[in-house]
């Protein structure tokens, strides 16, 4: 795959790493400055920077999946009115980056998954 095109996903993921893009997301932008691009190569280059670990996958809504540029071990808050998947940072002994042994399992990664009504949606309610 042209590695332009890579760049260009990888800028868009950093651009907006808070949106924790879906492929379809990442296309209907690009795609206007890149005609050639198609689905298939955006999925294929986020497969790729999933192996290489530069990317992770998170699969918050059980509907879709999302790519997270962040790498730092960090769980997720959804919330249910606006749909926003936000960072979240609680203390967790297993978010650490380290690995661990569980119950002779070795655990490499670790997804937490909130989910609720935002901070922003609170607001509305009350004004
Ligand atoms: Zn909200
Ligand atoms: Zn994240």
């Known amino acids: 795959m042209p590695t332009y095109q890579r760049i260009k996903i990888l800028e868009y993921m ?3 790493r808070d949106s924790h893009p879906t492929v379809e ?3 209907s932008e690009l795609s206007r400055r890149l005609p050639i691009l198609s689905m298939t190569t955006i999925y294929n280059a986020l497969n790729a920077f999933l192996e290489k670990g ?10 879709e999946i999302r790519y997270d540029i962040n790498t730092n071990p960090h769980h997720h808050f959804l919330c249910r009115e606006c749909g926003r998947i936000i960072d979240i940072d609680v203390e ?5 980056g380290k690995e661990k042994d569980i119950c002779g399992h070795r655990i490499e990664e ?4 909130f ?13």
């Open 14 to 16: 950093d651009k907006h």
């Open 25 to 27: 997301m990442i296309y």
């Open 54 to 63: 530069l990317v992770s996958a998170i699969t918050i809504t059980g509907t």
């Open 92 to 96: 967790c002994p297993f978010a650490r």
């Open 110 to 113: 670790v997804h937490g998954y």
């Open 115 to 127: 989910k609720g009504i935002c901070k922003d949606c609170l607001k509305k309610h009350k004004g």
